[in-house]
């Protein structure tokens, strides 16, 4: 009679535990799906992006036999630096193009067929002749850059079979590059210029340059601030600062300050730094004003954990041995608690690098050419130039967005791997 009980007993108990792992499997399929979901998606990310991006590293150029005329260049025969600066490079251009199709000769072809080329084709040409004045009267063979409809036709992104009125590249135009083709004059070669120049309304002639030196100086304004401050006020509240409502009120707001959206410290800053200290609008050194605004709270949170996470004993032993408080953190505790301070420092500033909102509220979405020569210059900065290029209507311009995103991803990835490094580099174990 007992043992059916017992039995009973065994087998609930045996099916309780089936259930259990039956539900633990479920759980862990259920995390794995998510898991390899996300993984798709981020997967799926790099790929549109790389793919869309990785043609921006080459340009289109057509090969031209460009007469260097020297009364066009330079008529007095001077050889005036400045006089061959501002000579009309894009008419020999012209000339070499025309001389290459004699047989267009009415007005509207030859507008046509000096659309093929950029209108900064005669860059290279200027370039060449001030390198070497010599070349002056000569007739060099010289690729310059081609438009960037002909770009993104040579490059695929437009199907050469599509209707005349769905592409921006006429019949006539495509016979002539055609042509130029047949002839080996050509080429996709890298684009120097989107590493090297600043932002422009051609698309073969923009580049990160000014955006990449204009985050630069807003990063080390925002370094400079916010590493000191941060630090000397994670110290003093940590170590320093007695228990009482006030501090803890400090402490609430540093918290509260650490989730507030970005665009609210771009709003403050427009108020505070341009309109009441009369600052330059668009000047790096604003921006990186705002950007230590938004980074102050995520450093002292970061360096108030360091600080914790240094065992009392450390700072037990130095007060035993007759070291002074301020001697006992600045050279047991602090030394300890950098590596972490570092860390918190280096994640704040990636953060910063990758704001667009609080820039755009102190007018650095403004349209900069010019490489800024010091923080007070008007510049702009990576994320805005991928906000600018992103709404541009040209075809071209998608590809230098993708592009630019991707270089703004390795300077995160760069930032994080030197957090990771520095903290196993001040490691200390104890």
Same mark, same amino acid.
């Given at each position: 009679?007992?043992?059916?009980?017992?039995?009973?007993?065994?087998?609930?108990?045996?099916?309780?535990?089936?259930?259990?792992?039956?539900?633990? &499997?479920?759980?862990?399929?259920?995390?794995?799906?998510?898991?390899?979901?996300?993984?798709?998606?981020?997967?799926?990310?790099?790929?549109?992006?790389?793919?869309?991006?990785?043609?921006?590293?080459?340009?289109?150029?057509?090969?031209?036999?460009?007469?260097?005329?020297?009364?066009?260049?330079?008529?007095?025969?001077?050889?005036?630096?400045?006089?061959?600066?501002?000579?009309?490079?894009?008419?020999?251009?012209?000339?070499?193009?025309?001389?290459?199709?004699?047989?267009?000769?009415?007005?509207?072809?030859?507008?046509?067929?000096?659309?093929?080329?950029?209108?900064?084709?005669?860059?290279?040409?200027?370039?060449?002749?001030?390198?070497?004045?010599?070349?002056?009267?000569?007739?060099?063979?010289?690729?310059?850059?081609?438009?960037?409809?002909?770009?993104?036709?040579?490059?695929?992104?437009?199907?050469?079979?599509?209707?005349?009125?769905?592409?921006?590249?006429?019949?006539?135009?495509?016979?002539?590059?055609?042509?130029?083709?047949?002839?080996?004059?050509?080429?996709?070669?890298?684009?120097?210029?989107?590493?090297?120049?600043?932002?422009?309304?051609?698309?073969?002639?923009?580049?990160?340059?000014?955006?990449?030196?204009?985050?630069?100086?807003?990063?080390?304004?925002?370094?400079?601030?916010?590493?000191?401050?941060?630090?000397?006020?994670?110290?003093?509240?940590?170590?320093?600062?007695?228990?009482?409502?006030?501090?803890?009120?400090?402490?609430?707001?540093?918290?509260?300050?650490?989730?507030?959206?970005?665009?609210?410290?771009?709003?403050?800053?427009?108020?505070?730094?341009?309109?009441?200290?009369?600052?330059?609008? &668009?000047?790096? $050194?604003?921006?990186? $004003?705002?950007?230590?605004?938004?980074?102050?709270?995520?450093?002292?949170?970061?360096?108030?954990?360091?600080?914790?996470?240094?065992?009392?004993?450390?700072?037990?032993?130095?007060?035993?041995?007759?070291?002074?408080?301020?001697?006992?953190?600045?050279?047991?505790?602090?030394?300890?608690?950098?590596?972490?301070?570092?860390?918190?420092?280096?994640?704040?500033?990636?953060?910063?690098?990758?704001?667009?909102?609080?820039?755009?509220?102190?007018?650095?979405?403004?349209?900069?050419?010019?490489?800024?020569?010091?923080?007070?210059?008007?510049?702009?900065? $990576?994320?805005?130039?991928?906000?600018?290029?992103?709404?541009?209507?040209?075809?071209?311009?998608?590809?230098?967005?993708?592009?630019?995103?991707?270089?703004?991803?390795?300077?995160?990835?760069?930032?994080?791997?030197?957090?990771?490094?520095?903290?196993?580099?001040?490691?200390?174990?104890?």
């Amino acid at each position: 009679m007992s043992s059916t009980p017992r039995t009973s007993v065994k087998e609930a108990v045996a099916r309780g535990i089936r259930r259990r792992y039956a539900q633990e &499997s479920v759980f862990r399929a259920l995390g794995l799906g998510a898991l390899l979901i996300g993984l798709g998606f981020l997967a799926f990310f790099f790929y549109t992006l790389i793919a869309n991006g990785y043609t921006a590293l080459a340009q289109t150029r057509l090969r031209l036999d460009v007469a260097l005329d020297a009364t066009v260049i330079d008529p007095t025969g001077s050889r005036d630096p400045a006089v061959l600066e501002g000579a009309d490079y894009q008419k020999l251009v012209r000339d070499a193009l025309g001389a290459r199709f004699p047989e267009v000769t009415a007005r509207g072809d030859l507008r046509a067929l000096f659309a093929l080329v950029s209108p900064g084709a005669g860059l290279e040409i200027r370039r060449l002749v001030v390198a070497d004045p010599r070349a002056i009267g000569t007739t060099r063979s010289v690729w310059v850059l081609a438009d960037d409809d002909v770009d993104v036709l040579v490059k695929g992104h437009v199907s050469r079979d599509l209707p005349e009125v769905d592409r921006r590249i006429t019949d006539r135009q495509l016979e002539w590059l055609s042509r130029l083709e047949s002839e080996g004059r050509v080429a996709l070669r890298f684009n120097r210029y989107f590493f090297l120049s600043g932002d422009s309304r051609d698309p073969e002639l923009a580049g990160i340059w000014s955006a990449t030196v204009g985050s630069f100086y807003m990063l080390l304004v925002t370094l400079v601030l916010s590493f000191p401050l941060g630090v000397a006020t994670a110290i003093y509240l940590e170590e320093f600062a007695p228990r009482n409502r006030w501090t803890d009120l400090i402490e609430v707001n540093i918290n509260n300050l650490a989730a507030v959206p970005s665009i609210v410290f771009g709003l403050l800053g427009l108020a505070v730094f341009i309109n009441e200290f009369g600052l330059p609008r &668009s000047a790096p $050194l604003v921006g990186g $004003l705002v950007l230590c605004l938004m980074t102050l709270p995520v450093i002292i949170i970061a360096s108030r954990a360091a600080l914790t996470a240094v065992p009392p004993s450390i700072r037990e032993a130095a007060l035993g041995v007759g070291a002074s408080k301020m001697q006992m953190v600045l050279h047991h505790v602090l030394p300890l608690a950098l590596p972490g301070m570092l860390t918190g420092t280096i994640i704040g500033m990636a953060r910063a690098l990758g704001e667009s909102a609080p820039l755009l509220m102190i007018g650095m979405v403004a349209f900069i050419v010019d490489t800024p020569e010091t923080p007070l210059d008007p510049a702009t900065a $990576l994320p805005v130039q991928v906000y600018l290029w992103a709404d541009s209507p040209e075809r071209a311009f998608v590809e230098r967005t993708s592009a630019a995103i991707i270089v703004l991803l390795v300077f995160l990835l760069m930032m994080n791997a030197a957090a990771i490094l520095l903290r196993k580099r001040f490691e200390r174990r104890y």
